[in-house]
């Protein structure tokens, strides 16, 4: 690969040359297609999600907080992330259902939230169909991220969920790894599947928990569970015994609000960029 053709305004097919091509062109990326990238599907399970955001009370809500309920009909999370000023909100439905649930109407929609979130009633009196979002669900990843001269980041190489919002966030730092290996080779005009391979090899641990973490979420439906079961009943006060504690509590919020990664543009390249 060592570039792209392109049709211009007037039609005629133009080439651009490049060292490197990098795919960034998001979940329904067309360059992974022509380049042939196999995906593996993580999760087979058949929701979407509405997603939503609703103010803090700082008087009433705590500083950080992960919290997850569900009911035979939907799957809810919501969370924030230190220093928002929303929790943001994520309910799952069945795929093909949004129209249905439009049509039935929004204080139907508000009674489902306030069904699994009575302590925020108040607030939740106020949502309206425009505070929403609806956004099909797809949770895959890329085998390989690269090719000889091809790199895709960020959903191009792992389609992230909605759940936690993190897509940007793991877009981003692709993309500060990505340049902390690739400039210097890019300046002297060669770039290997080596270096390319480094960059998948230092993230992509952290995508797989992520989207692990993603996918559980999805999975724990309440189509899959026998929810009266005696297992079930007491698995579920277990897990909500254990999710009290502060640092277990902190986990899931840190993993999506910052990633496990931790990664900083090289000084080097700044300084390159100033001068």
């Known amino acids: 690969i060592k570039g792209v053709h392109y049709r211009d305004a007037h039609g005629a097919v133009q080439s651009v040359r490049a060292t490197l091509t990098i795919g960034a062109d998001g979940r329904n990326s067309i360059t992974r297609k022509l380049a042939d990238i196999e995906t593996t599907q993580l999760t087979r399970q058949p929701d979407d999600i ?3 955001r609703m103010p803090i009370d700082d008087t009433l809500d705590p500083a950080e907080d992960l919290v997850t309920r569900q009911d035979e009909y939907n799957s809810m999370f919501m969370f924030r992330r230190p220093y928002e000023r929303d ?30 979130m009575p302590e ?28 000889e001269g091809l790199l895709l980041i960020g959903d191009s190489a792992h389609i992230m969920s909605p759940v936690g919002g993190v897509g940007i966030n793991l877009a981003i730092r692709d993309a500060v790894v990505a340049a902390n ?10 770039v290997t599947t080596e ?27 309440k189509r899959a569970a ?21 640092l277990v ?6 993993l999506l609000a910052y990633g496990l ?8 390249l700044l300084q390159s960029s100033a001068s």
């Open 50 to 52: 509405i997603w939503m």
């Open 181 to 190: 290996i690739l400039v210097e080779p890019i300046q002297h005009g060669s």
């Open 261 to 268: 990664v931790n990664v900083e543009v090289n000084p080097k």
């Open 87 to 116: 929790w943001q909100i994520g309910i799952t439905i069945i795929k093909g259902n949004y129209k249905e649930m439009r049509a039935a109407g929004i204080q139907q929609f508000r009674e489902r939230l306030s069904s699994l």
């Open 120 to 147: 925020f009633n108040e607030r939740l009196a106020h949502v309206e169909w425009e505070d929403t979002a609806y956004l099909p669900v797809n949770l895959k990843r890329a085998n390989q991220w690269y090719r």
């Open 195 to 221: 270096q390319l391979a480094q960059i998948q090899h230092k993230v992509e641990w952290d995508i797989k928990l992520t989207q692990n973490f993603q996918a559980a979420i999805q999975n724990a439906s």
């Open 249 to 254: 509590k902190m986990l899931p919020v840190r």
């Open 226 to 246: 026998k929810k009266n079961s005696i297992g079930t009943t007491i698995g579920r006060k277990m897990a909500g015994w254990f999710t009290k504690i502060p």
